[in-house]
């Protein structure tokens, strides 16, 4: 069992930045697949970007390549998320999730564990 919870989200104008995080607990996270996806009013949640377990290999939403940066620690049990040149149509509610195979990374329905979410709301 794998509980996250999600925190760093707010509110900032566009082209700003913010970092989420995702703390989850327990001593196996190193074991777990992570991922962020993402969902905006009235839209289906959407992948954001994916992390392996030892953090060697990354995954990314062609919408937002080359912006945000996933990354982990391991030590921490914490999965980031970096937001940089953020746009309004970055606005949404971001959650963290874990599985342990992690494939396909992309497909919301292959993750076991999710957090309770952020928002993040970036203004025009």
């Known amino acids: 069992q794998v509980q996250l919870v999600e925190s760093g989200g707010g509110w900032v104008q566009a082209g700003g930045s913010l970092r989420l995080s995702c703390a989850a607990s327990?001593?196996?996270?190193?074991?777990?697949?992570m991922g962020w996806f993402r969902q905006a009013p009235g839209k289906e949640r959407e992948f954001v970007a994916a992390i392996n377990w030892s953090g060697g290999s990354t995954y990314y939403a062609d919408s937002v390549k080359g912006r945000f940066t996933v990354s982990r620690d391991n030590a921490k049990n914490t999965v980031y998320l970096q937001m940089n040149s953020l746009k309004p149509e970055d606005t949404a509610v971001y959650y963290c999730a874990a599985d342990k195979g992690g494939r396909p990374v992309a497909r919301a329905t292959i993750y076991d564990y999710w957090g309770q979410g952020t928002q993040v709301t970036v203004a025009s």
């Open positions: 327990g001593r196996t996270f190193s074991t777990y697949f």
